[in-house]
């Protein structure tokens, strides 16, 4: 706000003068399936210039686009001043038994991604199967990193 006031006794002048300004939005996003990943990702880039941002990811995601899903929010905390990501409501679903699995290179890593698999498949409590999850997630890409 800038006064003046030019001489003694006179009003003063008062004019707002803007200094900053910050932009926050707070959002809901249901993810279904892997073709979400395309929607949050089209999402995101709309809202690109908001400085602030509170997101709740809700729904299902297969365990293979885990990584990517990481990978997109883990780029928005460098876009955005503040950029905050609810995923409590989000379940990880493991892939079924008939699906193919994925050869890490090595006969202990697939051991290890095929009883995580089995532990992800078996757990209901929620808590426990996020870190099941990340451990899927971090051995997947620890196997991707070993094929390089």
Do not use: C
């Amino acid at each position: 706000m800038l006064v003046q006031i030019d001489g003694k006794g006179d009003v003063p002048r008062i004019e707002p003068v803007k200094t900053g300004q910050l932009t926050w939005v707070s959002h809901e996003f249901e993810m279904r399936d892997a073709s979400s990943l395309v929607e949050l990702k089209d999402y995101l880039e709309s809202i690109k210039e908001i400085d602030m941002v509170r997101l709740a990811l809700l729904g299902e995601l297969p365990l293979e686009s885990k990584e990517e899903l990481d990978n997109v929010l883990e780029f928005q905390t460098t876009i955005h001043k503040n950029f905050r990501v609810r995923l409590g409501s989000l379940d990880i679903i493991a892939p079924t038994q008939l699906e193919e699995r994925i050869d890490l290179g090595d006969p202990t890593l697939n051991q290890t991604e095929k009883e995580l698999n089995q532990l992800l498949a078996d757990e209901t409590d929620p808590r426990k199967r996020r870190i099941v999850v990340e451990a899927l997630t971090h051995l997947r890409r620890f196997g991707k990193d070993a094929e390089e």
